[in-house]
């Protein structure tokens, strides 16, 4: 079983639509947590931490449920610019970093 | 300011050579990673520093990997007798510290082919 277990997708939606993606993580140590994009060949990139009482960022709310062990991403309003692949992040013992394989957004016009 | 870096951005070998790949950090950051991602995967986690130390090098593949930092700046990761399988992109990252909440900032990655 991996330790951080994500839907690979895609998600198709259209401008507008509200859409929300989950990930289950395994090691109940676990610290930390993330959301972070990447971008087709690209990098990486942060896209919010999520605190274990729940954060919001614009557009972007995260959630953690530390009894089940998951995590949620809620986008809403998705725009064109939001096509990529989420990624969640845990931060395990001795700092070692785990991340998901993505779930792939694709939103059209 | 300057991001992370790495060198060289391609890496074309053969099997059974050696290579050496290299990462500068942010400056003033004292924590890197080392990941590794295969073609359509997801990260995986190799290594990493604080300082020039590194806690943990059980995410290594195998004995053929290699890592090591310097000044708490340059890092390199060394790949021994190349196999087909290490091909991948190979990604960098640092963060201000070893912290609960740090953002990782990543480099753009070294592709690696190994023929």
Redesign the interface.
């Known amino acids: 079983r991996k330790e951080v277990e994500q839907d690979p997708g895609p998600f198709n939606v259209p401008e507008g639509a509200t859409v929300a993606f989950n990930c289950t993580y395994s090691n109940s140590a676990s610290?930390?947590f993330f959301w972070y994009r990447q971008d087709c060949r690209?990098?990486?990139?942060?896209l919010m931490?999520v605190y274990s009482s729940g954060n919001e960022d614009g557009r972007f709310t995260a959630q953690l449920n530390r009894a089940s062990q998951y995590i949620s991403l809620l986008i809403r309003d998705s725009k064109l610019s939001d096509s990529a692949t989420y990624?969640c992040v845990t931060?395990g013992g001795?700092?070692?970093?785990?991340?998901?394989?993505?779930t792939r957004l694709f939103v059209k016009a | 300011g300057a991001g992370v870096s790495q060198s060289p951005s391609n890496k074309v070998t053969e099997k059974g050579k050696d290579v050496e790949l290299r990462c500068d950090p942010i400056s003033g950051h004292t924590a890197l990673?080392w990941?590794r991602q295969r073609l359509g995967?997801?990260?995986?986690?190799l290594i990493?520093f604080?300082g020039n130390s590194a806690?943990?090098k059980s995410?290594l593949p195998s004995d053929r990997f290699s890592a090591e930092r310097t000044g708490e700046s340059v890092s390199t990761l060394t790949i021994q007798r190349t196999q087909q399988e290490d091909s991948a992109v190979y990604?960098c990252a640092s963060s201000l510290a070893?912290l609960?909440?740090n953002?990782?900032f990543?480099?753009?990655?070294t592709r690696l082919t190994v023929l």
């Open positions: 610290q930390s690209k990098e990486p990139k942060l931490s990624l931060l001795g700092f070692k970093t785990i991340f998901g394989a993505g | 990673y990941y995967q997801g990260l995986e986690f990493y604080q806690p943990d995410g990604l070893i609960l909440y953002e990782q990543f480099g753009p990655g």
